[in-house]
């Protein structure tokens, strides 16, 4: 079994300067670095990311002391990044495009081409990186937003390692992801993974829903076939390190330190809020809610005090200058309305503090006020609930935080309606502590059992079993393990037989039919198997006969249309033989279903062939269709089950065609007309099982994508389609 490799975009290890300018290491605590310690502590484990110290600022000395240095005490790798890189990837790209658009800020979100250039560079480099340390059998694992891009280029680069890919924000809706400039570039590269992961099945449902809208990928529960492969997804809802929370022990003296204390005696309540300085926490809005307590509940006058700490954060972007400038004087406000000489209602602290001094405040506060407009997780409420090991406080939290998902029994609220909070503030407080107990119990039980630790096992457990399990049962062997033995029959054949299917084998699916025309290189590759004389090379298409003659007519192939209804063979000029006589009346029936439905799904068409009726549905919401499929079906099936018509499914399109006529009859005329030593054939849908069936059992038959095939063998994409062309050729 390899190593494990971790890919993020800070180091758990950071590298600065001391006052008299020698390089200091100092190992990070708490967040990821605390959760994956443990597996970054297993042997051969290697840890990749930025030790947060610019480039500009080093020799190079210095750069080669630190990588050995990380290397050998810390089993970490150091991604060196400029200050250009920095800005424009970091401060830009992720904090300034990413982040306020999957926290759902679309006004503060910022759209610079360039920021995305050097995002995608720095990306690059991550991958250039970790590459100079990969094995086979190595398991990677890349974390958060900040390396959307690696996951595929690690897939293009070694397609057989198992990679991992965690999200710590959330995903946002379709609606608001849509916004991205960069969407597709994302979710590709999101996909190169072999599991992603998200905190809850919410961002897991978005993911999916975006990648089936915008791809056009199918998925099945929590998989999506991609590139001829599985993708799987899944929730995983981070924990924390329990027992270090519940059992810490405070060193003696530093609770009665005033700067540890809460003044909570004499009757006096204690709200405390732990956050860093960003818009997405909700901080303004808590002010608020609070100050509404005051107000409609004049009681708590006096009575209560709101600890407000927030951690300095991103000091350099301009949103959070302003949000701290509001956030004084939100306090500025409440405490010169309802303050008086005895009793300040909010203390407010903009600096960081230490774990220590979290978890006596932990232990002290009756409430944690915990109410981001939009989190990914929030560990704080979790921290919180552990650190109090006598069961009592209880967590007012925000149901826009992905922690509420396993917090049911704290007080949950929406953190836009300051009346709601308010009020969940004043049953916190009076909750009686019996019944604090008995909710706090449970969840500890939960923390207890699903902890950090749990979390990462679980995520590896699911990446390994992904890399290994078998894409699905009766799939047939990868056509790459036979290929040289494949390349040696074509050598020795003296009579080669090529059928060839085109949309989704030959070239990629376009949204409009009419776009699908082959390119330069496809031209060049029929162009090199069809002047070979031991070769007869057919396309076998479900195309109508004008499109392959006018893409495809110069070249010496032979053609085959409407999925075997006409044959055109080279040299006859624009001759077409018809195989089966038809008829086109029915049409008049069907049509005006076929046009209902279309008039009721968005993005669905009609494709009128001269004796077929292609309904495309490509560009239709996926829900829509998974909800009206069914009924289309059934409903043409009703009409057409005493004739000798039927449905044709291909990929994202239903046509309506004599059911007799196939690829299968056009496969058996081409074989009756010569003897053929080596037979190849490439398809990818339902249309070119006919043509799978009818062949020979020593032929090469090839299934383009997922699915169950009569085919021998599979292959990924219409891409490796084209390289196992380009292989015969080339042998």
Same mark, same amino acid.
Request: proline letters at 4%; a negative charge; glycine letters at 6%.
């Given at each position: ?7 993020? &975009? ?64 810390? #089993? /970490?790798?150091? !991604? ?34 360039? &920021?995305?250039?050097?995002? /995608?560079? +720095? ?52 609606? +608001? ?19 992603? *992961? ?12 975006? !990648?089936?809208?915008?791809?056009? /990928? ?30 810490? #022990?405070?060193?003696?003296? !530093? ?20 956050? $860093? ?44 200058? %302003? ?110 502590? =019996? ?16 902890? +950090? ?10 990446? $390994? ?30 009579? $080669? ?29 029929? &162009?090199?198997?069809? =002047? ?67 008039? #009721? ?17 490509? #560009? ?20 057409? %089950?005493?004739? &000798? ?18 690829? *299968? ?67």
């Amino acid at each position: 079994m390899g190593k494990i490799v971790f890919l993020s &975009n800070r180091l758990p290890t950071t590298v600065k300067r001391n006052k008299e300018g020698a390089l200091v290491y100092e190992e990070s605590i708490g967040g990821l670095s605390t959760g994956l310690k443990s597996f970054h502590q297993e042997a051969d484990s290697i840890w990749i990311g930025w030790p947060g110290i610019l480039e500009e600022d080093l020799t190079g000395e210095e750069k080669q002391e630190i990588k050995k240095t990380l290397r050998d005490n810390y #089993q /970490c790798i150091p !991604v060196f990044l400029s200050k250009r890189e920095v800005d424009e990837y970091y401060h830009g790209c992720s904090n300034r495009t990413i982040w306020p658009l999957f926290h759902y800020f679309t006004g503060k979100t910022e759209y610079d081409p360039s &920021n995305w250039e050097t995002y /995608c560079e +720095v990306n690059r480099k991550y991958f250039k990186t970790a590459e100079e340390y990969l094995d086979s059998e190595d398991v990677i694992w890349v974390h958060d937003y900040h390396l959307f891009l690696v996951p595929e280029l690690l897939r293009e680069g070694y397609p057989q390692l198992k990679i991992g890919f965690f999200l710590h924000i959330p995903f946002p809706s379709f609606e +608001v992801f849509r916004l991205l400039i960069w969407r597709k570039e994302i979710l590709k590269g999101l996909l190169g993974a072999n599991l992603i *992961g998200f905190h809850t099945y919410d961002y897991m449902w978005h993911f999916l829903t975006c !990648v089936r809208r915008l791809l056009g /990928c199918e998925d099945v529960l929590d998989k999506i076939i991609y590139n001829g492969r599985y993708v799987h997804v899944n929730a995983f809802p981070m924990g924390i390190d329990y027992e270090r929370f519940f059992n810490y #022990q405070i060193e003696p003296g !530093v609770a009665e330190n005033s700067e540890f204390s809460l003044e909570n005696g004499q009757g006096m309540k204690t709200i405390l809020s732990v956050d $860093r300085l960003d818009y997405s926490k909700g901080i303004p809005q808590r002010l608020k809610a609070f100050e509404t307590l005051l107000k409609r509940y004049p009681e708590y006058k006096e009575k209560v005090t709101f600890y407000l700490i927030v951690a300095p954060s991103r000091v350099e972007v301009k949103a959070y200058h %302003q949000l701290l400038k509001e956030i004084r004087e939100l306090v500025s406000e409440i405490n010169g309305r309802f303050g008086t000489m005895d009793w300040m209602p909010v203390w407010f602290f903009f600096r960081p503090f230490t774990q220590e001094m979290l978890i006596n405040y932990y232990r002290q506060a009756d409430i944690l006020l915990v109410t981001p407009l939009r989190d990914g997780m929030n560990l704080v409420a979790k921290e919180y609930i552990a650190a109090r090991n006598d069961y009592r406080g209880m967590v007012v939290i925000s149901e826009t935080a992905g922690a509420a998902n396993e917090l049911g029994e704290a007080i949950i609220v929406n953190p836009n309606d300051y009346r709601h909070t308010a009020a969940g503030i004043k049953a916190a407080l009076e909750m009686p502590e =019996e019944e604090q107990e008995a909710r706090n119990l449970i969840i500890h039980q939960r923390l207890k059992s699903y902890n +950090v630790d749990y979390w990462g096992e679980e995520f590896l457990r699911a990446l $390994r079993w992904t890399g290994t399990y078998a894409l699905e049962a009766g799939l047939p062997r990868h056509i790459k393990e036979d290929i040289e033995e494949i390349q040696k029959a074509w050598c020795q054949a003296k009579k $080669r037989l090529l059928l060839l299917d085109y949309d989704g084998t030959l070239v990629d699916f376009t949204n409009v039919p009419e776009e699908a025309k082959p390119d330069l290189e496809l031209r060049k590759l029929l &162009n090199e198997a069809a =002047e070979d004389l031991k070769n007869t090379v057919v396309i076998i298409s479900g195309r109508e006969r004008h499109n392959l003659l006018r893409w495809l007519g110069d070249i010496h192939l032979h053609l085959v249309a409407s999925h075997g209804l006409w044959i055109r063979n080279p040299g006859q000029h624009e001759e077409w033989n018809m195989t089966a006589r038809q008829e086109k009346g029915w049409k008049n029936v069907v049509l005006p279903i076929l046009g209902t439905y279309t008039d #009721q799904i968005p993005g669905s068409f009609i494709e009128d062939k001269v004796y077929s009726l292609a309904w495309h549905y490509r #560009q239709c919401d996926p829900v829509i269709i998974e909800a009206k499929l069914p009924e289309i079906r059934e409903t043409l099936n009703r009409i057409l %089950q005493s004739t &000798n018509l039927g449905i044709q499914e291909g990929k994202k399109v239903l046509e309506v065609k004599d059911k007799t006529v196939n690829k *299968g009859q056009a496969a058996t005329y081409f074989l009756n007309r010569d003897q053929y030593d080596f037979i190849l054939a490439l398809g990818d849908d339902h249309t070119d099982e006919h043509m799978f069936t009818m062949l020979p059992k020593k032929a090469y038959t090839v299934k383009v994508g997922l699915g169950k095939t009569a085919a021998r063998y599979r292959t990924d994409t219409w891409l490796s389609a084209r390289m196992i062309l380009k292989k015969m050729i080339q042998s």
